[in-house]
């Protein structure tokens, strides 16, 4: 009686989870999955996963990113016929960095149904970029292999719609318009380092120094890319609004 009475709710507990998620997955995703145990993995972090059943996202997550991959090019490819491929491949790496995944999951409410362990979730860890775009990708492969790619290409056409077309020109990343800009006005090349590495290894935290020249700023992130790419940001922003005479000062 023990054993059944413990082993009840957690098998009832489960099952609400798992009902749960086939639902919001359908308003989410377009597809009502009738195994919904995909897309349970794919919100379970490895700190929930240790001792479960099914495990985390992990695997699920390195199928997705490349369904992504494909579904992106293809769309871009088709939505741009006449870009030339450099311009393309700004496009698609300003479309799938782990920071729009993250505000995609964001977008479909994915935070409220991330599975992750108690220290992990105290931590915030479900907020964060990392954990949230690492999620993103790995319902997108589980929406693949349980629907196959035509869902997989209809949702996220419709979940990144509104990025697809939100500039007319090619996005640039901030890291290498710093260096284009740097380049043009003889300032050398930009130095990026490691000022702060903080919070626990599920959430970690990073503060970055970028700096051309004399010039330099610090930013955070929950990546070292991110940071950079933040950092970059704003100090492009900053030599930007320089004044014109004591740029030509410092060549």
Known sequence: MGIGGEAQPDRARLLNVSDDVAAWVGEALGVHPDDPAPFVRALTHSSHAVGQAGGSYERLEFLGDRVLGLVMAEWLWEAFPD???????????????????????????????????????????????????????????????????EAARAAVRRLWADRIHADDSAPQHPKSALQEWAAANRRGVPAYSIVDRSGPGHAPRFTIRAAVGTDEVTAEGTSKQEAETAAARALLDILREQPATRRKRRR
């Not at 999951?105 to 915030?124: E, M, P, S, W």
């Not at 999620?135 to 693949?144: D, P």
């Open 83 to 149: 870009e030339p491929e450099g311009q393309l491949s700004r496009r698609f790496n300003a479309l799938v960095t782990g920071a729009v995944c993250a505000e995609v999951a964001r977008g479909i409410g994915a935070t409220a149904y991330v599975r992750l362990g108690k220290q992990a979730r105290d931590d915030g860890a479900q907020h964060g970029d990392n954990l949230l775009g690492d999620v993103m990708e790995a319902l997108l492969g589980a929406l693949y292999r349980t629907a196959g790619l």
